[in-house]
Structure formats: structure tokens, C-alpha cells
């Protein structure tokens, strides 16, 4: 921690820019429309981004309108339009370089992902203390993190991703913020020290499955063996045909 001498320390359990929920909304459009647009989709009504995305078309309009993205409702909306001016929400006029830390299964698994250049996301390289990975014949090098000021300058990359284990989180933490990363994403389950104008989310995947055992173990289940007995009622029912032209 000594890198950070004249710097109010904090510890960032979660990010210092929280995100409105109309704008994670706006997020979840986005992917849609993407998708719909890889399946030859042109144009879209507010009620079918609703129904994909399983919110109400009145609040679709309403963040549309927050955001100043206008369309024409009644012919629909042009679905390239929308994915060009949600991109200008989220800058997307331009390239964002990042990079990996950690070229583990996580990192690797990121690092691999082609869907982030359809969102701007350019990642311009990865590191790892494992020399072996340094001889990795991959799309996107594999760098000694001694190399890490250099590439954050090259690339003027602002944000970065780190998918180390828990132990050299922080320090890896340190070595980036030196550099000059301003943003990062902690998929390390620790929570980081950073100076206060720094922006840190934090992604650790075992709270969110634990998350979801949690609340699934709240209910009922569906897959009891008191569900799956027949009931004898049934047997005794003729079967039901539905083949075509049956009265």
C-alpha cells in the first residue's frame, strides 16, 4: 500500500459510480436488440423488447424517453438505430481498451469472449506471472506484468479486469492502480483497498450462486418424490391423442 501516499484509502465493497436502474434497463435492451439484430431483425416494438426482456412496454417508452431515444412507435423502432444511440450512452463512439490480469480459467474464458467487440470492448492484452503462458500462441498476448505500464500507456487503457486468486488481488490491485487504471472489475473474492476516486466493482461468483441456493431452498421444491408420484387417479384416464385431424 505504499504507492498511495497522498491518497485517501478506502475499501471498495462495491463500485463508487452505482448505475440507475433505467440505465442497467437500457443495458438489457441493448442485448436484446443485438440479438434480435443477429437473427435479421429490423425493426421492433416497445411491447416486444417488453416481452423479451420481461418488462412492462409503458416503462420501455418511459427509459427510452429519459435517455432522449426517439423512433417511431408506431412503425416501430429501427433496431440499428437503437443499438447507435444506446451505444452513445455508454460511449461506444469510440474503441475501450482494457486488460486481463490473470490468465487462469476465468481470465482465459474473458479473454476468449467475442461479444465484447460488438460492444466496444477491446482487449488489448492479458498478464500473467506463469512464464509459460508468455509462450501462449493466442489472439491476445500474454504479457510479465513488468510490461504493464508500458501497454496502460500504448493503449491509454483506463479500465481492467482482475481474475487472480485471492492472495495477489490486492497486490495486483496496487500494480494497476500505479500504472494509472482508474476502473476495475474484481472477480477476486476479497475486497479491495484502493484510493477513493478509483472505481471498483466486484463479481465474485460463488456469492451469486450461493445466492440463488438460498433462495431456491427458500421454496418448495418442484422435484420432490411427493411430486413426481403418479396419482392413481390418472392411470385410470384414457390417453389423450392429439395427433392432427383426430375429433
Same mark, same amino acid.
Given at each position: 500500500m505504499?504507492?498511495?501516499l497522498?491518497?485517501?484509502?478506502?475499501?471498495?465493497?462495491?463500485?463508487k459510480c452505482p %448505475?440507475k436502474?433505467?440505465l442497467r434497463?437500457?443495458?438489457l435492451?441493448?442485448?436484446?436488440?443485438?440479438r434480435?439484430? =443477429? +437473427?435479421?431483425v429490423?425493426?421492433v416494438?416497445?411491447?416486444?423488447?417488453?416481452?423479451?426482456?420481461g %418488462?412492462?412496454p409503458?416503462q420501455v417508452?418511459?427509459d427510452f424517453?429519459?435517455?432522449r %431515444?426517439k @423512433?417511431?412507435q408506431?412503425g416501430?423502432y429501427d433496431v !440499428?438505430? +437503437?443499438?447507435?444511440?444506446?451505444g452513445?450512452?455508454?460511449?461506444?463512439?469510440r474503441?475501450?481498451?482494457i486488460v486481463?490480469v490473470?490468465?487462469g480459467? %476465468?481470465?482465459a474464458?474473458?479473454?476468449n469472449?467475442?461479444?465484447f467487440?460488438?460492444?466496444q470492448?477491446n482487449?488489448? !492484452?492479458?498478464?500473467d506471472?506463469?512464464?509459460?503462458?508468455h509462450?501462449?500462441?493466442?489472439?491476445i498476448?500474454?504479457?510479465?506484468?513488468d510490461?504493464?505500464?508500458?501497454?496502460?500507456e500504448?493503449?491509454?487503457v483506463?479500465? !481492467?479486469i482482475i481474475?487472480?486468486?485471492d +492472495?495477489?488481488?490486492?497486490?495486483?490491485?496496487d500494480?494497476?492502480?500505479e500504472?494509472g487504471i482508474? @476502473?476495475i472489475?474484481n472477480?477476486a473474492p476479497?475486497?479491495?483497498?484502493?484510493?477513493?476516486y478509483?472505481i471498483?466493482?466486484?463479481?465474485? +461468483?460463488?456469492d451469486?450462486?450461493?445466492?440463488?441456493i438460498?433462495?431456491?431452498?427458500q421454496q418448495?421444491?418442484r422435484n420432490?418424490p411427493?411430486?413426481?408420484?403418479? =396419482?392413481?387417479a390418472?392411470?385410470?384416464?384414457?390417453?389423450?391423442?392429439t395427433?392432427?385431424?383426430?375429433?
Amino acid at each position: 500500500m505504499g504507492i498511495y501516499l497522498n491518497e485517501h484509502i478506502v475499501v471498495k465493497k462495491n463500485t463508487k459510480c452505482p %448505475i440507475k436502474r433505467s440505465l442497467r434497463r437500457i443495458l438489457l435492451y441493448r442485448g436484446t436488440l443485438l440479438r434480435l439484430q =443477429d +437473427l435479421g431483425v429490423e425493426r421492433v416494438y416497445s411491447y416486444t423488447l417488453g416481452k423479451e426482456t420481461g %418488462i412492462q412496454p409503458e416503462q420501455v417508452r418511459k427509459d427510452f424517453s429519459e435517455y432522449r %431515444i426517439k @423512433g417511431n412507435q408506431r412503425g416501430g423502432y429501427d433496431v !440499428a438505430h +437503437l443499438i447507435q444511440e444506446m451505444g452513445k450512452i455508454f460511449f461506444h463512439d469510440r474503441m475501450q481498451n482494457i486488460v486481463i490480469v490473470g490468465r487462469g480459467n %476465468i481470465g482465459a474464458s474473458l479473454a476468449n469472449y467475442s461479444r465484447f467487440i460488438q460492444r466496444q470492448i477491446n482487449i488489448v !492484452a492479458t498478464f500473467d506471472i506463469d512464464p509459460a503462458k508468455h509462450r501462449l500462441r493466442t489472439e491476445i498476448p500474454v504479457y510479465d506484468m513488468d510490461r504493464l505500464q508500458e501497454i496502460v500507456e500504448r493503449f491509454e487503457v483506463r479500465s !481492467a479486469i482482475i481474475a487472480v486468486p485471492d +492472495l495477489a488481488a490486492q497486490t495486483v490491485c496496487d500494480q494497476l492502480v500505479e500504472a494509472g487504471i482508474e @476502473g476495475i472489475i474484481n472477480f477476486a473474492p476479497i475486497i479491495l483497498k484502493v484510493p477513493d476516486y478509483i472505481i471498483v466493482n466486484n463479481v465474485n +461468483l460463488s456469492d451469486e450462486i450461493e445466492s440463488v441456493i438460498y433462495c431456491v431452498m427458500q421454496q418448495p421444491s418442484r422435484n420432490s418424490p411427493a411430486d413426481r408420484t403418479p =396419482d392413481p387417479a390418472r392411470k385410470k384416464q384414457k390417453p389423450i391423442h392429439t395427433s392432427v385431424g383426430n375429433d
